[in-house]
Structure formats: C-alpha cells, structure tokens
C-alpha cells in the first residue's frame, strides 16, 4: 500500500512539473493580434471623451493603471521578484506613450515573466510536499494579508514565504479533517443514544447524484491536486485575455467600474443581465485539464437527458454532426463558449463516467440546447408570521439578489425578464392576502439595470408630487443634472402598508437608489450594515469602437445623488437601525478600492415624505436593544461578528497547532450556534411565490429574524395603518403602464 501511495504522489509530481513546463513554453508563445494596438487606442479615445473625469490619460494614470496591472498579477506579491518589479518600473510611466504609439507588448512581456515564476513556484511547491514533514509544534506564524508589503528580494526569501503558505494549507486541511471527524463522532453518538441509527425515509430516497462523493485524498496528495490545478487556472489565459487584463488595468484607472470586455465577455455580462443563456443546463469546473461537471441545473437539457451524472468529466465537444474536439487542457472559457450555442441546436459531449477515475472509459451524449434561466439571481418571495405578544402579523418578504432586465425584448414577449415585474408578482399576492408589511431584501445585491431600480420604486412611492413626476434619483453628466422620475402619470402605488428595506456592505449600485429614496421620502425604514457599499455612479457600454472583434467598453459616464442631495458615492446609505453582518467588518466598500471616485454633493429636489416611518426609529431603536439583550442566538452573531472583526485586522495566523486548533474549533461551535434554530411559525406563500430553495433553507438569519420583529413593533407603532393620504392600492396600474401581463 505505501508503495502504491509513493507512486501515486510521484505521478502526481511528475503531473504537475510536467504541465507546469508545458503551459509555461505554450505561455512564452502569446503574443498580441496586430489590430491589439488600435483597439487599445480606440479604448483611450473613448476614455478621454466619455469619462465622467473628462481627464488625459498622461503619466498619472499611465502609474495608476500600472499599478493596477502588478495588483492584478500579484496581488499578494509572492510570485514575482523585486528584480521583476524594478524591470518593469521603466513602464510605470510609460504606459500611456506605448498605447499612443499602439504597442501593447508591456503586458505581454509581463506575462511571461508570471508564467516563468509560477513554475518555479509549483516545482517547489511539489518538491517540498515530496520531502517535507511538517512540524506544527513549531509557534511560528504566516503572513497572509501581504497586498502592502515588499516583494521578495531572493529566490530563498521567496521559498521561506511560500513554505509557510503551503504550511498553512497543510495544517488547515489537518485540522478541518480533524474537526469534520469529531462533528461525525457526536452525531454518530447521538443518534446511537436515541435509538435512531436507521436511515430515515428522506435519506432512503436520495439518488446516486446525492450519494456521489469525491474519493478523499491525503493532505499532501490534496494539496499536490490543488496546485496543478492552480498552474492550469493560472496559465490558461490566451493572448485576448491577456490582452483583455492590460485594458481593464488601464480603464479601472479612471474609476474601479469602467472596464474593456472583450466580445466574449461582453456576451457573459448580457447573460448576467438578462438572467438566460443557452447551453446544456451544467455548472462546470476544471479538474485535471477535463470540465467536470459540478451541478446538473434542474429542469434543464442535461436533467432531463439523464446521461450525465454530477461528477463526470467533459473531455471533447462536437458541434451538431460535426468533429469532436479536444478540450483536454484548454482554456476553460472557451471550452465552455463551445458547449453553449443557439436554442434548438444538437451539441455531442465526449465524456469520461465518474465510475472510472482511470479515465479509460469514454461515451458521447448528443444533447439539444435549450435555454437555462438563471433563476438563482431572480427575485423569490414567501410570506412570514410574526407571533407577538399574543399578536399574529403576516408579513411579505421579497429577496432580491440582482437588478436583471431583457433590454432586447418587450413586456408582453414571454421571455421577457425583469426584477420590477417578478417582485410585482410577489407584492400582488402580499396585497390579495393582506398581509400587515413587508421586507425588501437587497443584502448582496450588487446592483444591475437602473431602469429597474426606479421601477422598483415606482411600486411603494407616490406617481407625482405638486403636479410633478416624483423624483427617485438624479444623475449628473456631462448636460447637468436632472432628475429620474418615477414612470408615467396613473396612480401606481402599488404596496403601502409598512415597509423595511434590509441592506448590507455588499448592496450596491441601484440597491442604494431604491433604499435612498425609500429612505429618503420616509416611505420605508432601512435595517442592516452601518452603510451601504457606496457605489454611486453609472456606466454606459459603448458597444462600437471598431469591428466587432474590438470588443466593448464600460465606462462610468455619470454620477446619481439620492433625492436629498447627497451622492451614495463612497458614503453609502446609512441604516437607521443597525443590525451587523459579517461583512460590517470586512475591509470592502467602495472607498477600499483603487482609484474610486470621491463623494460629492448637489443640491436635492423637492420630493414629499410619503410617511413618517424616519419618526419611529427612536422607539424601535430602544425596544429592539432591548429585545436583543436577551437574546442567545444574536450574542453568539455579534461575538462571530467581532471575531470576523478581529480576523480581518489581523495580518498573521499561527501555524502552531494547538493555538490554531482552538482558534479553529471556537469558529466552528459559533457558527453552530448561529446556524442551530429554524423559524417556528414560518408559512409560504405557495410553490409560485416561495422557491424550493427557501424551503429547504430554514436556517435561523438572526438579522432577518430581528427585522421581522422590528416591523411587527412598526405596525403597532403605527396602529397597522397604511400610508396616509396614497390613491387606492394598485398594482394593475403598474402592469398598464409597463405593458405587461398580469
């Protein structure tokens, strides 16, 4: 057995030593397409004439978008040398001169230089699982937060900085094991006490996808896997996206949001906006040069097929009738290109079963394209109860991960998707029970279409306000500023019982604009993080700067204020009641990235208080602390929220084990208590309303849990009334002037 252990490490350093000089020789190959140079001028152009900044890019930027080009190579700075970063100092200021005279070889002569040192990185990595034993006695600790420290100076100090990183995944891989054992052992225990060792009905029915289980490696074997996947990861850009990170790094000197994307990329970014693709229905990862299939999408081709399992591997694809190509070691997103295609079109995979780990075993599986919604950023409602005090509240809650709209199609094609009208549906049944408020939950939500955050608005806000459209947000560019107003001039109110708007560091963009003006018009009380993300502007894409093959660029055009005055920008939208997550402590938000545009302010416009629900905040502040301060669950949140705190301000973790075990080990029973309850008296909506994935999702969300309390104390606060003086509820109105069907 050891033997064939030996051996099996020794393919697997031969494996990966033998990929990582390949690509590396494949690597020192790339080179620019001769059009490169114009489109990079033509991305400049477009930069100079249309950025908000309406700024040169001279020498400062040329530093900016060089700096931008390390970071993203090196963020960490533990690949290149000093050496390597004095070589390409030269071009720190040089960059802008280069794209004037259309050379772009600085990105490629930069990429060369990763690749050489990413090999010489894996082979040491490899020699050192080989004949290394760690000693984790040792009280020595690891830097890993390193994005402002020096670069290595020698290949020796390198080596010292990497055996304490592979040091660090050894022994978290070591103790994760241990911990995952000892959480099995109690179960295990448990269960034997209870008498209940048999497998309930619902683990009897589960099918060989559930009980699939990737064979467990050793740590070092694991890690061994880990790093030849990291070298094909890390080498697999062809010469366009190297070509696509140097424009990107010149773009995002203007401003984090403006970038250059390729026409591959941009066809992903209209897929993220309309929520659809068409392809086979699978979620796929590189595993040892093949795509292995991680999910088969509900409902999509491949369920349906039935012939491909979760954990077999792509290796070839055919068009139609067509050849089978090779996709064994190619760049996975081109692989992946291949297997999407028009609706109604055959594509033929070649495929390695999941029984055979050898590889030997081959079929191929003709499969008809069909189009996959990407349902997991659509908007899922369900309707919650709150007992009381004896009272029983049924409130709506509406998550939205994403602000999604087909541009290409209009309202009453059935294909049509649009995060206004999916949350409109939510809130007509909300209406039709009667429910006694509601929570809008923008947490994670990174923004998306703006027409759909006023939109959005249009559902809770007065249509008019002094015979005036009411203002959601103005915009300032170029001819000024003026105000986007909510749309058309019926009475669309189309929900006015209470309202809470639920926000975290990571709700950007148009989530802001909805909880600003909601906010701002005392329409809605928004609960979570201190502040938003901060994101306060707007991109435009120009889709033509050239052939098609030039690609697109995104650039921020604009900015918008929220209807007070006050740009989001950096600032954020402040919560009136704060209710931390973990994100409250992590080093994100807007002013943490490079080169972000500062906050500004204009003047604000006249707009209405459609409630006064700002005016309870101190009451609900005083009852929910008080609440709170008996509650186990949310001290166990907070004391996690502190450690996560604590976690992020540190640079170092130890590599002694029994320190880190303990570190370890009080994470783990944290989360254990923070995830331990389920809602008591939770009820759906129904199959329409809640997705299957929150109904098998009934972990305790201590914020949310919080926030349902707060708006039960809200609608007693307010007798249960809904919003003064507002025309009748109408959310046929809002399908009238969309277009839509209802």
Known sequence: MKAYVKSFVLSLFAAVAASAVAQTNHQSELAPQPYYGKVAQEVVKRLEKKHVLRRRFDDEMSQRAWTNLVANYDYSRMVFLKSDIDRFA??????????A??????????HKVFIKRIADRVNYVTNLLLTAEFDFSVDEDYTWKRKDAEWPATVEEQDELWRKRIKNEMLSIVLNRQLDKEEADREEAEKAKKGTKEKDKKDEKKDDEDDFKEPELTPKDNLLKRYRQYVQVLTEPDEE???QRYMSAVCQAYDPHSDYMTPTRKEDFDMDMSLSLCGVGAVL???????KIVEVMKGGPMDRDKRIKRGDKIVGVGQGDGPIEDVMYKPMRKSIKKIRGPKGSKVVLEVIPRSDPSGATRKRVAIIRDEIKLEEQAATGRVEKVVMNGVTNRFGYVKLPGFYRTFDKQPDDPSFRSCSFDVAKHVAHFNAINSDGMILDLRGNGGGALPEAVFLAQLFLWPSYRGNPLPVVLIRDPRGLQALPVFGDQPCFAYRKPLIVLTDRASASASEI???VLKDTGRALVIGDHSTHGKGTVQEVISRIGPEKYGSVKVTTSRFYRINGSSTQVKGVEADINLPSFLEELDIGENKLPNALPWTRVGGAPHPQVWNLNGYVGALKA????????NPKYAAHMKLVKLFRENSESKTVSLERNKRLAQMREEREMRKAEDAAEFGDEEFAGDEFASNKDKDKKKDDVVLTEALNILADLVKLTGGNDTPDTPDISTSAFWSIFGGQQ
């Open 623 to 630: 009852i929910s602390a008080e609440r709170l301060k008996s």
């Open 285 to 291: 990862s590189m595993d040892d040069g093949a795509l």
């Open 514 to 516: 909805v909880a600003g």
């Open 241 to 243: 996206t190297v070509f």
């Open 90 to 99: 030269s071009m720190e200021k040089g960059i802008d001169d280069a794209i």
């Open 101 to 110: 005279r259309g050379d772009v070889s600085f990105v490629y002569d930069m």
